[in-house]
């Protein structure tokens, strides 16, 4: 997903950034500091273990989003799949968006919202 770095935050690597589908936090993990202005490639990748009704709910949109909530970013995409050990996949525009969770079965298919205190920014490399 391209992404284009608005400020950094307090956090060590914290920025703040724009995509097509919304504005979000992250730190990044690209090596060199990202400066405001700077447009990137970029992977997402949720750190921790979510809860499944909890951290990980059915949207009231159906379409993808990326917001900030206060000290939360939410992700909202297709829940494509969980598997047993709990590794689950999100469908967030062209990409997918890999996490952990636990708790009881959701569907698959549908738009959930997925709230995380923060993202991890890796850059894709071509």
């Known amino acids: 997903m391209n992404i284009e770095v608005l400020e950094r935050g307090m956090r060590h690597n914290e920025i703040y950034f724009r ?7 992250g ?15 970029v992977e997402f990748e949720v750190p921790g273990l979510l809860m ?8 009231g949109r159906s379409e993808p989003a990326i917001a900030l909530d206060g000290g939360s970013v939410i992700l909202t995409g297709v ?13 967030l525009g062209d990409g997918l968006v890999m996490f952990e969770c636990l ?10 919202e997925l709230r995380t205190g923060g993202l991890q920014l890796y850059p894709v490399h071509l």
């Open 19 to 25: 995509s097509a589908l919304g504005e979000g936090r």
């Open 27 to 41: 730190i990044w993990h690209g090596g060199a500091a990202c400066e405001p202005g700077a447009v990137l490639e």
């Open 52 to 59: 499944r009704w909890i951290d990980i709910v059915p949207a």
């Open 79 to 91: 829940l494509e799949s969980i598997e047993e050990d709990g590794a689950g996949y999100l469908r």
């Open 103 to 112: 708790g009881e079965p959701m569907a698959l298919g549908g738009y959930v």
